[in-house]
């Protein structure tokens, strides 16, 4: 329950329909194994007691008194669990039936959520037994407790203010309001869905987008205990298809007709709470009319089993990365052709290196070209070898220049930056932070002075993971007229590059894709230090800075979600298992932290670039920083 973690699950059980007794020992093991594996909140299916399926029978006392006695023992039972369980159970009022969801904890009934959404169409009669939630609570003994009956009530942990639970009954998530929306605008983290969704064709896969749209929707944990294949009969199959979904994202399922008894993951509760923080438009309404249930669960660390991607920005699926890719090319391109035409710029001139974020610009501006109806000719690339560009770097610059059909122009600044430094008196034999920059603001210089000579536009490099950093000459490359790479994070990069490497290869163009796999194989350098003896790159960033996916994962969780290190550097830990040991994640991060405080100046004075992701760091956009901002309070949490 530490840091937003909690175990939780669905249960399908096998049942017997009209048959409690047998029934809630099922439940009762089936509680019992989801407790023994850690879990926390447990959701069953619809009527699980009774079976959903025992339409008439649900006039008969004999049936009803049995649910209620059967709930009686499932919370004596379980009374010794450190875990919720929402149990799906008919209840009798005055005259009406209601289909409940009870919520029970250590052997209490905290309330009774009835169902909504009394749906009596298609294969459907529930509203020959049953009737709607009512408007006003209602207070009554059931199963030897004293509770209320009301569909607004939430459910507080008081030692995880992040666990609000709520419920709604299976129709409730298929109409145009889910009584969730109203839950989660009232604080609701975590909703439970108790379901008896019968199986036809089409119907899982429509479940299951209404699953994550629904936890996409409201900011919140989504879960869905299905009926399973012992209410089949009749009309109708079940197929037990649960789910478990968290803002969005389908964390765990049990497919149909698995008869799995419990599907089971960790959910991120403080996920949902920082995407509502940062989204003025979730609507939050304070509803006097809601119910608030204390409980208590014992505050634990969960030990974490679900998949962590190392790669947040980047989709593990092939052909979700591919469509990721086009979109994201796109996306550069239409802003960079936007910006060349609202400009009246007639040249695009980009700095190349040979090395990955030049060129993926250089891709990029040769898409907005033909989007402009511009001659390739138009983009003035322009190599500017110094004292540490090595042959193979300048080799590919030229080449893909070439293949791509941009103006080749080459600038030896060699000269220009040993005349600089006899100017301000460096001993260019001192290879420090001058030695460097000098030749990064000539470039610069170069660029910016080619674009005005021509009426031309610099086009930027800088990826996201830099700006991050701050790996960038403060007016130096940090500075251009439109930053494509703005909101491309390095690992993403590679991954647009080797997407274009294969459109050139599945085109016939096989040369131009060696020279893309021969920068991708590249390591990646600002070539500011003079080459190894054999001519080999000796600069190499990740030897400096750390691994780009290690500080790609930190850079999405420390400002997507505004973690704090000591997450982080758990989930990392998770992610990187056989990569990284703790240690070492531990120190990049702690140089994460401290270079992501001291470099925002940088930042601040950003040029303008396409946002592609949900994070960018543009100060006119997403992510706003005083300079001043100190890092001491991230530091010392991450040494707790």
């Known amino acids: 329950m530490k840091d937003g973690f909690l175990r939780v699950a669905t249960a399908c059980p096998a049942i017997r329909v009209a048959d409690p007794a047998y029934n809630v020992a099922s439940h009762i093991a089936a509680a019992r194994d989801a407790a023994a594996g850690g879990v926390r909140v447990l959701a069953f299916p619809e009527l699980s007691l009774p079976a959903y399926t025992c339409s008439d029978l649900f006039y008969q006392e004999v049936l009803l008194d049995a649910c209620e006695a059967a709930l009686g023992e499932y919370l004596a039972a379980t009374a010794d669990l450190d875990m919720v369980s929402i149990v799906g159970v008919p209840v009798r009022h005055a005259g009406r039936l209601y289909n409940c969801a009870a919520v029970t904890c250590r052997g209490h009934l905290l309330g009774l959520v009835p169902k909504t959404h009394v749906c009596t169409y298609a294969e459907f009669y529930e509203g020959r037994q049953f009737t709607s939630a009512p408007a006003d609570p209602i207070f009554l003994t059931f199963a030897g407790e004293e509770t209320c009956l009301f569909s607004k009530q939430l459910f507080a942990c008081r030692e995880m203010p992040s666990l609000l639970l709520a419920a709604e009954i299976c129709e409730d998530l298929w109409v145009a309001d889910p009584p969730s929306n109203a839950h989660c605008a009232a604080g609701a983290t975590l909703v439970a869905n108790l379901s008896a969704s019968d199986e036809t064709v089409g119907k899982c896969d429509y479940r299951r987008s209404l699953i994550g749209i629904q936890s996409a929707r409201a900011m919140c944990v989504y879960l869905y205990a299905d009926a399973g294949t012992g209410e089949s009969g009749t009309d109708m199959v ?98 960079l052709a936007g910006r060349v035409e609202r400009s009246h710029s007639r040249t695009m001139v980009i700095g190349v290196s040979g090395g990955l974020d030049s060129t993926l610009a250089l891709l990029v501006a040769a898409r ?42 080459i600038v030896d600044i060699k000269a220009a930056v040993d005349r600089h430094f006899l100017d301000i008196g460096h001993d260019p034999e001192n290879r420090n932070v001058v030695y460097e920059n000098a030749q990064a603001r000539e470039r610069t ?127 990392a830990t998770l992610a990187f298992a056989g990569t990284y040991g703790e240690s070492e994640i531990r120190e990049y991060l702690t140089l994460f932290v401290r270079r992501f405080f001291a470099q925002q100046f940088k930042r601040s004075c950003l040029p303008d670039g396409p946002k592609v992701g949900s994070l960018c760091l543009s100060p006119r956009g997403d992510f706003r920083m005083p300079s001043d901002a100190q890092a001491a309070a991230w530091l010392e949490e991450l040494t707790k």
Request: net charge negative; aromatic share 8%; charged share 20%.
């Open 238 to 335: 079940f197929s037990g298809n649960c789910f478990i979904a968290e803002a969005g994202r389908i964390l765990a399922e049990s497919a149909p007709f698995s008869d799995r008894v419990l599907t089971v993951t960790e959910v991120d509760l403080k996920r949902a709470e920082a995407m509502r923080a940062r989204t003025n438009t979730f609507v939050s309404r304070p509803d006097n009319a809601y119910r608030t249930v204390p409980f208590s669960l014992s505050l634990t660390t969960t030990p974490l089993t679900r998949a962590e991607s190392p790669t947040p920005f980047v989709p593990h699926d092939e052909s979700e990365r591919y469509a990721r890719s086009e979109l994201i090319l796109n996306i550069q391109s239409r802003g």
């Open 368 to 409: 907005a070209a033909d989007l402009l109806g511009l001659p390739r000719t138009s983009i003035v690339a322009v190599t500017m070898p110094c004292f540490g560009t090595t042959a193979r770097t300048k080799s590919n610059a030229e080449k893909l220049s070439e293949k791509l059909g941009a103006t080749l122009r």
């Open 445 to 571: 210089q170069v660029l910016m002075d080619i674009a005005n000579g021509m009426g031309g536009l610099v086009v930027g490099t800088g990826d996201l993971s830099e700006l991050a950093l701050g790996w960038a000459t403060y007016n130096g490359d940090h500075m251009s007229m439109y930053g494509v790479n703005a909101g491309v994070p390095k690992t993403l990069v590679r991954y647009l590059v080797a997407f274009e490497a294969d459109r050139f290869t599945a085109a016939g163009d096989t040369e131009t894709a060696a020279c893309l796999a021969d920068i991708l194989a590249t390591p990646v350098s600002p070539e500011l230090l003079p080459p190894e003896e054999n001519g080999e790159i000796a600069q190499k960033t990740e030897g400096i800075v750390g691994p780009y996916e290690l500080h790609d994962f930190f850079l999405y969780y420390f400002v997507r979600f505004g973690f704090p290190p000591k997450k982080i550097l758990r989930m």
